[in-house]
């Protein structure tokens, strides 16, 4: 993709308060960070592209991110396979270690997607974290399952104001753990679907 296209593009995508036209000073701190960080990755593009001609390969040369905005975009391009990379381990082991690795993952990965405020990626970490649970099969419950509740739980805990309709998948989590409990303790609870 040549530059211009790639600057137009970002220049549509990313309007704000100062209407992103690029000026020398924009009026206010995002703007001015967005800026900062264009100009960032166009030098970089510009010298990965020099490098690329030259026919370097310098396979030990890594570039740091100075600011935490890089990490939308790389988090934006690589969330399905984060998601696969944890849920497939999570569904075939039971290995408790391989089990809290994987949660661990789907914590850390929600408190991104949180903080960048990703709908679509807040909402496909949260679902398949609920869908562990397993509270809808009580039959095939194992160890794992009683952890990913723990971990849905904990995620409401530290990150309850930004889950917005996440929250959808906790509740019902929470109202399940209650259905379960009053089935315990003997409590006679009408069938879910039956009125009565």
């Known amino acids: 993709m040549p530059y211009t296209t790639l600057e137009g593009t970002y220049k ?16 206010c701190a995002t703007c001015f960070d967005q800026r900062q960080s264009f100009d960032f990755c166009q030098a970089l593009l510009r010298t990965m592209m020099r490098d690329q001609k030259k ?3 310098d396979a030990d040369q890594f570039f740091s991110a100075s600011h935490f905005v890089h990490v939308r975009p790389m988090f934006e391009v690589t969330w399905i396979p984060f998601l696969a990379g944890l849920s497939g381990p999570l569904q075939e082991t039971d290995s408790l270690e391989v089990v809290e690795l994987c949660l661990d993952g789907f914590k850390n990965a929600i408190r991104v997607v949180c903080f960048f405020d990703m709908e679509l990626q807040r909402n496909a970490f949260v679902t ?8 809808n099969n009580l039959g095939e419950m194992k160890t794992k399952n009683m952890e990913a509740i723990k971990a849905l ?6 990150e309850g104001n930004n889950l917005k309709g996440s929250w959808h998948e906790v509740l019902t ?3 399940q753990l209650e259905h379960m409990q009053l089935i315990s303790s003997g409590a006679d609870v009408p069938e879910s679907g039956k009125k009565g």
């Open 153 to 158: 739980l904990d995620v409401a805990v530290t």
């Open 55 to 57: 026919g370097s390969r």
């Open 173 to 175: 989590c929470v109202s």
């Open 12 to 27: 549509k995508r990313h309007m704000s308060c100062c209407q992103m036209e690029w000026q020398t000073k924009p009026r």
């Open 128 to 135: 398949t974290l609920a869908k562990f649970t397993f509270l």
